[in-house]
């Protein structure tokens, strides 16, 4: 893991002492709320519909033992003992007191972290592959790419005022676990035929109320060419986004209205000035921060063999625990989605039992997923049934990662301002009617995304199943969309008609998925189905 | 009838216009007829709330209820964590919000 250098720890705590200055003004009325807000906005700080709210920055969501503990800590005693899992692997508290915002990014910040990029219109928190320098099916660890970026960005001069909020994700794997193609950029580590490494790069894609796919910007990008291409693509789009609509100021929008081939001419044309300006860290640089990413000192020699003589764990491990690129090792996935639980939600004791997991038995390792999970990533294989078991105990070993009821669901309007209906309510409704596990496995992978307003914080547009909440005429109204993913078949989820009430939109979930299960062929998902047979026989089923 | 809310400004906690006061029980907030832009400036200036705002309720013989289901969460607190709430574990809040 990257460990932060004199700079990036003095540039945090400065930060820190600038916010609690700004603070005490706030409160002794030297500020007003206007020229305070865009002021903690920048370290994490929401106003929301119960308390203020603090996002915390977990880059591409990794982080160790001390500072999942950390996360506990703040929650225990700053907050109501819980925190919320994001959809950008970050963490949310719901209940801050701003008295106490300061001395929480304190806390933060000894233990490497902070609360910076987590609002306002600048490159937000670097998101990446959870499963990074573990999966079996990456080419390279893609977060020395990851926390470049994080570098470069964080209070970059010139993209701190951008005309919208800028989101990034870079993998490194051909199956796509970070939703690249629904970002503003999207980065793919390959290697192209003559066998070099570079980047895939998507410009353009993003949720929203306008969602797109990303189109490909440039096919092939060498790796030593990285920061000055980032940098030219945000320069155009810092000249020419718009900033007159906010509803169109967002980068797909310029590269759509351009359209991706001229979006990326005018790129090539800055790039090209970019390039003589020596942005490009030499390699030595990237060489240091690749370094804290090498891989851990694996055993050799280890078994691959479990056994699997308990029923409940053979489910778990089968449903939970992916494979590793290391012999004898295993990936393990911590569902946040007990049934009628709160998609995301974990108290500190079950944060604190993480940490300990993560250290004793995954290098000190853990990560943080957008479907709101959390990734033990480097497990022995030996030591899979103790970790269940401990899991177990506390409540925490649903064997459901992928199945319908690891539902993704934005906070809504139980604790949003933005929000116009329920999130949390319909997930968990949906998760107790397909509570039997046996019933989950039978319908497969099965992606169900639930927002509660079309700024689409839970990927509703990007589910197999999604839902949007909207206010009709002051009641709360779900409509359903079909045919969405994330993955590296992106696509957008079509809506089906008129929406639904709260107890009506669970039967039409199930009303969807019972037509798949009539008309599914052999080995087929539900989104396989869908794709194959269209929209309406699954219209006419929800619709009659 | 017309209340007013905000949030404190140091706890960040809901809060309802009593007529001379802020209160976290909605129950206790007062109807500010015409006068709550001007109510709201005044105590904004003074730092006793933070983003305060007037909206539309319904009296009731429990007090006033926001018309709108957002400013009911806000009064009772999460329906889904009817622990954390204003009366935790009120059976009567379920109705009241939705």
């Known amino acids: ?37 865009p002021l903690r906005l920048m370290n994490g700080l929401y106003l929301q519909l119960h308390a203020y709210m603090l996002r915390v920055a977990i880059p591409y969501g990794t982080l160790n033992s001390r500072q999942m503990r950390m996360l506990a800590h703040i929650a225990r005693k700053y907050d109501r003992d819980y925190g919320h899992f994001t959809t950008r692997q970050n963490i949310q508290y719901n209940w801050i007191k701003l008295e106490d915002a300061p001395d929480i990014l304190a806390d933060l910040a000894s233990v490497e972290m902070h609360a910076i990029q987590t609002s306002g219109n600048c490159i937000r928190n670097t998101t990446s592959d959870q499963f990074a320098g573990a999966a079996a099916d990456e080419v390279t660890d893609p977060r020395p790419w990851a926390e470049l970026l994080r570098q470069w960005s964080t209070f970059h001069p010139e993209f701190s005022y951008l005309p919208r909020k800028f989101k990034v994700a870079v993998t490194a794997a ?108 030499p390699d030595g640089e990237f060489e240091r ?154 319908l497969g992978e099965l992606k169900l995304k639930i927002s509660g307003c079309i700024n689409a914080c839970g990927h509703h547009h990007a589910g197999h199943i999604g839902i949007l909440g909207v206010d009709r005429k002051g009641t709360e109204n779900y409509q359903l969309l079909l045919g969405g993913s994330g993955a590296e078949d992106a696509s957008l989820g ?8 709260e107890d009506g939109i669970v039967d039409a979930v199930e009303r969807t998925v019972e037509k798949y299960r009539e008309l599914r062929t052999d080995g087929e998902r539900f989104l396989d189905t869908y794709r194959r047979v269209g929209f309406d026989p699954f219209k006419e089923a929800i619709y009659g | 009838m017309r209340i007013l809310t905000g949030n404190d400004l140091g706890t960040g906690d809901v809060v309802w216009w009593t007529g001379s006061d802020w209160s976290r029980h909605v129950s206790d907030a007062v109807d500010v007829d015409g006068h709550g832009e001007a109510i709201a400036a005044r105590e904004e200036a003074e730092r006793r709330v933070n983003s305060p705002y007037v909206i539309e309720a319904e009296e009731t013989p429990q007090g006033p209820r926001p018309a709108h289901i957002k400013d009911r969460i806000r009064a009772a607190g999460p329906t889904v964590r009817p622990d954390l709430n204003i009366k935790p574990a009120d059976p009567a809040a379920g109705s009241w919000v939705i």
């Open chain 1, 1 to 37: 893991m990257y460990k932060y250098d004199q700079f990036d720890q003095s540039i945090v705590d400065t930060r820190v002492e600038e916010f609690r200055d700004q603070v005490q003004r706030r409160l002794a009325g030297e500020i007003s709320e206007d020229q305070f807000k």
């Open chain 1, 289 to 442: 921060i690749a370094a804290y990413f090498a891989p851990p000192p694996f055993e050799t020699g280890l078994s691959d063999d479990v056994p699997t003589d308990d029923p409940d764990f053979a489910l778990w491990l089968d449903q939970n625990v992916k494979a590793h690129k290391q012999p004898g090792y295993a990936i393990v996935n911590i569902s946040l989605k007990p049934v009628g639980g709160i998609p995301g939600d974990a108290s500190s004791a079950q944060i604190d039992l993480m940490a300990d997991l993560a250290e004793r038995y995954s290098f000190d390792e853990l990560r943080v997923t957008h479907a709101q999970n959390i990734v033990l990533p480097h497990v022995r294989k030996a030591d899979l049934h103790e970790i269940w078991q401990k899991l177990d105990e506390a409540g925490l070993a649903s064997a459901n990662l992928d199945l319908i009821s690891d539902i993704i669901a934005c906070p809504g309007l139980d604790y949003c301002s933005l929000a116009n209906a329920r999130s949390i309510p319909i997930a968990q409704k949906i998760a107790q009617r397909f509570a039997g596990l046996d019933r989950q496995r039978d």
């Open chain 1, 174 to 281: 051909e199956e796509d676990r970070a939703a690249i193609r629904l970002h503003d950029i999207g980065l793919q580590l390959y290697h192209n035929d003559a066998g070099e490494l570079g980047f895939r790069v998507y410009v353009g894609g993003g949720m929203g109320r306008t969602p797109m796919v990303a189109p490909v910007i440039r096919e092939f990008l060498p790796t030593r060419d990285f920061m000055s291409y980032m940098e030219a693509c945000l320069r155009v789009y810092n000249r020419y986004g718009r900033r007159d609509n906010i509803y169109k100021a967002r980068i797909k929008i310029l590269v759509h209205e351009l359209g991706a081939e001229e979006y990326a001419r005018q790129v090539e044309e800055e790039w090209a000035h970019v390039k003589t300006l020596g942005i490009d860290p």
């Open chain 1, 494 to 501: 079509r809506i089906t008609g008129p929406g639904f009430d």
